[in-house]
């Protein structure tokens, strides 16, 4: 059994690892890439256990309901279903989960409160067999009010979506359909606002954007002879799971045992439950393994989305270009249920200024319970919506003042030391000026080679693409820029560690480092960077990889750009205890035969154990022999603080992270085509631990943000508050054909504060490529456009 103990973030190591193969610094090749590009990877969905049945969830017709009557008999009727559950059938006291408020029913309790909300379960011996016995279960509705947006939501008579909560009444929160609120106050806006020689201000709608992984939600629950259960499942995070799956089956965790299966892409979307618990309520109701596989259309609805938001600013300036003040208030829509909308709301504030000096501010952000559904963690995370807003802002001050966008906002960017507006001091480095102007510099790509290509243009390089709907009449090119400010890692306080398990040992003549941990590997590469660090700190090349799974500490959710930062901190920090536990034992057993094993400085390096110097002392399997050293550690990173909930003041994020981003886009202003020729930017991520991976992931970011730029949106009718478009056929996501050439600039500006002076980056592209796009389709129209995303009628007028 592994040694469990807690190591700060700040625990100095008192050697300097040499280089090594395979090392941190290297563009090593992911373990699973190949894999994956040839359809061998399994995946959660591709999993099979003898005699198992499959699982199929029943969900509402209706957004908001009262459930009058629930008939399953014919369900049960029909041969090859073994089980029917419904919520009455839930074996435990706690029949709720949520990641951070428990107002989720595992199924609905008499009422449902969004399209789409799981009110009954089957289990039957074939997936057909299970979808047409939940098509006969006969559920008799009542429909209720809807609440679908601010005013319904907060109108003296509105319904309630959560009847009896009773947090709003200490004022903070001042009505039951508000979910979380944070205002941020700082400065005296008004006095600041007589300075103003400009003022400008917006409003703006964001979209609800899904998160589009295209692996579905699916595991495999298998019933235990102790009565307990083993579940392999997709997820972001195994041990949040397990705290919520654990009390609705009335088990204690140690008899939850959890595996990470093959994960499909998440960015957010697995943070929350989805298909967890019912498959396992199905394994330990037939005692047989359980199989649930969601299809796309019920994908939409078995997980949380990008919440819509409504943002409203004012900015002003004087005439010299300094920003004078800021107010804003931004509400999300949160939908029928918390998810991890509080943890937004916080971020929306908190960085809703945007990489800004701005020492008046006034800002307040608020997310709504409502009929619409439930929304919660994605890739940027209440950053998004904001950056779109205050991006838009600085264009229009720029414009009023007469000042070039970029020149303007490097006159008033952020830099190391500038205090933010809930009173945090920005300690590392932040480029942002920096990253502005080698965006800027950048050539730009030629100018509509299509004017001279004739009728030997290649179609595919114009707005309308394939569909040949011009050959460059009415297209007209634009040039925007944007810049954003993620926070990495957990905030406000939250106790966020991660845990890290190393083992090295001699096999075969060889020695050997196991890492295991309970990180998600969602497509992030953290598996490929495990090995690197293990290989850096411990001086071998054969690294093995543990599948992740409950029987290891936490190492937190893969999200807001933290794993590299907390899992890698933990993998590093105990591959440093194992070395000196290493050396320690060298020094005992050969420490009589050479002095330097007292006063040289170690190192490991090819599998031996040198000096400084270069002197091989000793091989390290001759050191371990048969023994083997089995660490466990935990990893903090410094301590955070909650926002106070009247001013917004506090330390409460661990790191900050800034992108720029430069689009260059063609309109066909006739028909309201877009075609992005290029997405250039520049970002700065401390320490590029695997330049090949850092690349991927800035792309990556980029292409999400230009798909909510341009076509990314789910549709909520708001007559009746159901989703009008759950496939691929009707929301749409950038193909190969729809992304441009994105190239990157990376700077590697150390942070002292983390691991190798990493800064976490999966997020930051996401928040300033959506600005960038609008903003260059408003240099090329002329048009405000105050909404993502863009459509063609918002272009050509026929709104």
Request: include cysteine; hydrophobic fraction near 40%; glycine fraction near 10%.
């Amino acid at each position: 059994m592994a040694n469990t103990r807690t190591v700060p973030s700040g625990t100095p190591t008192n050697v300097t690892q040499k280089h090594t193969k395979g090392g941190i610094g290297e563009s090593t090749l992911r373990p699973d890439g190949t894999l994956k590009v040839t359809g061998e990877f399994a995946y959660s969905s591709d999993m099979w256990h003898e005699d198992m049945l499959w699982g199929q969830t029943l969900r509402s017709t209706v957004a908001h309901a009262e459930i009058v009557s629930i008939d399953i008999s014919e369900a049960l009727a029909m041969p090859g279903v073994y089980s029917v559950l419904t919520y009455d059938d839930l074996p435990a006291e706690m029949k709720n989960y949520g990641l951070e408020i428990q107002d989720t029913p595992v199924l609905a309790n008499g009422r449902v409160r969004h399209h789409g909300e799981p009110v009954a379960l089957v289990a039957a011996d074939h997936p057909e067999t299970a979808r047409r016995a939940a098509a006969k279960i006969k559920i008799d509705y009542r429909e209720l009010p809807l609440v679908t947006d601010e005013a319904s939501a907060l109108a003296a008579d509105a319904p309630l979506i959560h009847p009896g909560r009773d947090d709003h009444h200490s004022g903070h929160v001042p009505h039951p359909n508000i979910v979380h609120r944070q205002p941020i106050i700082r400065g005296d806006v008004e006095e600041a606002r007589k300075r103003a020689d400009v003022i400008v201000e917006g409003e703006y709608t964001f979209g609800m954007q899904d998160q589009a992984f295209l692996g579905p939600e699916s595991g495999l629950a298998v019933p235990s002879e102790d009565g307990g259960v083993d579940l392999y499942v997709a997820t972001q995070w195994l041990h949040s799971d397990l705290k919520q799956i654990a009390p609705v089956l009335g088990l204690p965790e140690e008899k939850v045992r959890m595996t990470l299966s093959g994960v499909g892409g998440a960015f957010g979307g697995r943070e929350d439950i989805s298909m967890q618990i019912h498959a396992c309520l199905l394994a330990l109701a037939t005692n047989k393994p359980v199989k649930i596989v969601y299809n796309r259309f019920e994908s939409f609805f078995g997980h949380v989305h990008r919440h819509p938001a409504k943002l409203w600013y004012e900015h002003g300036a004087t005439k010299d270009g300094k920003i004078t003040h800021m107010k804003c208030r931004i509400v999300l829509d949160g939908g029928a249920y918390a998810s991890a909308s509080p943890a937004v709301v916080g971020n929306a504030s908190s960085l809703s200024v945007g990489p800004y000096v701005v020492d008046n501010v006034d800002i307040e952000a608020i997310a709504l319970y409502t009929n619409n559904p439930p929304c919660g963690a994605m890739r940027g995370f209440g950053a998004v919506q904001a950056c779109f807003a205050y991006e838009a802002q600085m264009d229009k001050l720029a414009a009023k003042l007469g000042m070039d966008p970029v020149e303007f906002r490097q006159l008033n960017a952020m830099e190391m030391g500038t205090i933010m507006p809930t009173g945090q001091v920005v300690d590392s480095p932040a480029p942002v000026a920096e990253l502005l102007r080698r965006v800027k510099a950048r050539p730009l790509p030629p100018e509509r080679q299509w004017e001279t290509a004739g009728e030997g243009a290649d179609v595919r390089a114009l707005p309308g693409g394939l569909s040949n709907t011009t050959h460059g009449e009415g297209v007209v090119r634009g040039v925007g820029y944007a810049v954003g400010i993620k926070n990495v890692g957990f905030s406000e306080g939250f106790d966020d560690y991660s845990t890290a398990r190393v083992r090295l040992e001699v096999i075969n003549g060889e020695p050997v480092a196991m890492v295991h941990t309970a990180m998600a590997e969602v497509g992030q590469g953290g598996v490929t960077v495990h090995a690197q660090i293990a290989r850096t700190e411990l001086g071998v090349t054969q690294v093995t990889i543990h599948p992740a799974d409950t029987q290891v500490g936490s190492a937190g959710s893969t999200s807001a750009s933290r794993q590299t930062y907390m899992t890698g901190g933990a993998v590093k920090n105990t591959c440093e205890a194992v070395r000196e536990a290493l050396l320690e034992m060298g020094r005992r057993k050969n420490g009589s035969y050479h002095p330097a094993w007292a006063h040289a400085e170690l190192l490991l390096e090819g599998g031996k154990v040198v000096t400084d110097g270069g002197e091989v002392l000793a091989d390290i399997a001759d050191i371990l022999e048969d023994e083997a050293i089995d660490l466990e550690l935990e990893f903090r990173h410094r301590p955070t603080v909650a926002f106070d909930l009247k001013t917004g003041q506090g330390d409460g994020h661990v790191q900050y992270t800034f992108a720029a981003h430069r689009a260059v886009v063609e309109v066909d202003t006739e028909l309201g085509l877009v075609k992005v020729v290029e997405l250039a930017t520049a970002q700065d991520v401390g320490k590029a631990l695997n330049m090949l991976s850092v690349v991927g992931q800035i792309q990556g970011g980029t292409t999400q943000g230009l798909g909510v730029a341009v076509m990314e949106e789910i549709i909520v009718d708001p007559k009746t508050a159901k989703v009008r478009n759950p496939s691929f056929t009707d929301y749409l996501i950038p193909t190969i054909l729809d992304t441009p050439t994105i190239p990157v600039d990376v700077l590697e500006l150390a942070d002292p504060n983390a691991p190798y002076g990493l800064r976490g980056l999966g997020e930051a592209p996401t928040l300033s490529s959506t600005p960038a796009v609008l903003a260059a389709i408003r240099q090329a129209t002329g048009l405000e456009l105050n909404k993502t995303p863009i459509r063609p009628e918002a272009l050509t007028g026929t709104l």
